[in-house]
């Protein structure tokens, strides 16, 4: 069972998130797994880095059954945030 991520209001529109959360990364890219994506997703465009997180390792899972990438090559990494 995971631990769900606290979630703090900060405005109207957005909210601080805090901690642990996982990242399906290819391990020979280990090292950069918190630089972000390194080609274009579904919500960033080719020069937009962008760090896909989920808030368990059921979520990590999903990714790596349905996705239509090397699935088999990608490990989870566990990554903490801090409070701000």
């Known amino acids: 069972m ?4 606290d979630v703090e209001r900060t405005g109207d ?3 601080r998130v805090s ?3 996982h990242r399906a990364v290819n391990p020979a890219f280990q090292a950069d797994a918190l630089d ?5 997703g579904r919500y960033s465009g080719p020069s937009q880095r962008t760090l896909y997180l989920s808030s368990s390792p059921e979520g990590v899972e999903a990714y790596r059954t349905f996705s239509n990438r ?7 990494c566990p990554v903490r945030s801090l409070p701000w």
């Open 13 to 15: 529109i957005w909210c």
């Open 19 to 21: 901690g642990l959360f």
């Open 36 to 40: 972000g994506s390194r080609v274009a």
């Open 70 to 76: 090397a699935a088999a090559s990608r490990m989870s």
């Open 2 to 5: 995971s631990i769900r991520p």
